[in-house]
Nanobody, 124 residues
Framework: QLQASGGGLVQPGGSLTLSCAAS????????IGWFRQAPGKEREGVSC????????YYAASVEGRFTLSKDTTKNTVYLQMNSLKPEDTAIYYC???????????????????WGQGTLVTVSS
């Protein structure tokens, strides 16, 4: 089970940190992804950790503003979001895949387990 939290309303330029707590999984060598879905748009990959190299990857739209981290002692993944823009408004989901190689971990295909989503609204 994945439990996402930390969403809310923030002004443009502000920051939020999302958390994704995993139970029943050991994050270890799994691929972990954050995805988002804005109204009327398809779900897209935001950031992920590859299961093969353990590296973090980011969508071009969030590169340099978002940071993904993992705390294995708490079995929790975090997404630190800075310099938020109105176009970052979406429901954010965390997900786990048993295998996702390199930058392909940004793709939705292969993710078997999803959290319930947390809403992020960036507005003045």
């Amino acid at each position: 089970q994945l439990q996402a939290s930390g969403g809310g309303l923030v002004q443009p330029g502000g920051s939020l940190t999302l958390s994704c707590a995993a139970s029943g999984f050991t994050l270890g060598n799994l691929a972990i992804g954050w995805f988002r879905q804005a109204p009327g748009k398809e779900r897209e990959g935001v950031s992920c950790i590859s299961s093969t190299d353990g590296s973090g990857y980011y969508a071009a739209s969030v590169e340099g503003r978002f940071t993904l981290s993992k705390d294995t002692t708490k079995n929790t993944v975090y997404l630190q979001m800075n310099s938020l823009k109105p176009e970052d408004t979406a429901i954010y989901y965390c997900a786990i895949a048993y295998f996702a190689h390199g930058r392909a971990c940004l793709r939705i295909i292969g993710y078997d387990h999803w959290g319930q989503g947390t809403l992020v609204t960036v507005s003045s």
